[in-house]
C-alpha cells in the first residue's frame, strides 16, 4: 500500500515562491501518473497539474499554467510542485495524488492513491 505524504506548505507572503513537496512510501509508483490538486475554503477541489512516470510529459489546468511547475524525481520517490509568484486566492490545502490514469487524475475521481493535504497560506 503506497502512501503519499505532502510537506513545504505553510504561510508566506504574496510573491514569495514556495515549493510543495509529495513524497510516497509503503511502494512503488512505476508507471503511475501523479498529481496536484487544490481546495480553498467552501470551495470544489481544483486540479493543478499532473506528469507522467518519466517525468516527460504534463498537462496544468487552465488556469495554473505559466506560475506552477510540476516535476518528479523517481529516484526518490518525490514529487514537486513549484509555485511561482503566489497570490492570496492560492490560498488553499494542496493534495497530491497518484493513479495508473491520468483521465482519473484531470477528472479528480476514481484516483487510487491521495495524500493528506499541506496548508499554503498567502498572505497580501
Known amino acids: 500500500q503506497v502512501q503519499l505524504v505532502e510537506s513545504g506548505g505553510g504561510l508566506v507572503q504574496a510573491g514569495t515562491s514556495l515549493r510543495l513537496y509529495c513524497v510516497a512510501s509503503g511502494g512503488t509508483l512505476n508507471n503511475y501518473y501523479m498529481g496536484w490538486f487544490r481546495q480553498a475554503p467552501g470551495k470544489e477541489r481544483e486540479f493543478i497539474a499532473v506528469?507522467?512516470?518519466?517525468?516527460?510529459?504534463?498537462v496544468y489546468g487552465d488556469r495554473m499554467k505559466g506560475r506552477f511547475w510540476i516535476s518528479r524525481d523517481n529516484f526518490n520517490k518525490t514529487m514537486f510542485l513549484q509555485m511561482n509568484s503566489p497570490r492570496p486566492e492560492d490560498t488553499a490545502v494542496y493534495y497530491c495524488?497518484?493513479?495508473?490514469?491520468?483521465?482519473?487524475?484531470?477528472?479528480?475521481?476514481?484516483?487510487?492513491?491521495w495524500g493528506q493535504g499541506t496548508q499554503v497560506t498567502v498572505s497580501s
Open positions: 506528469i507522467n512516470w518519466s517525468g516527460s510529459s504534463t
Open positions: 495524488a497518484a493513479d495508473r490514469s491520468i483521465g482519473n487524475i484531470i477528472r479528480g475521481s476514481g484516483i487510487e492513491y
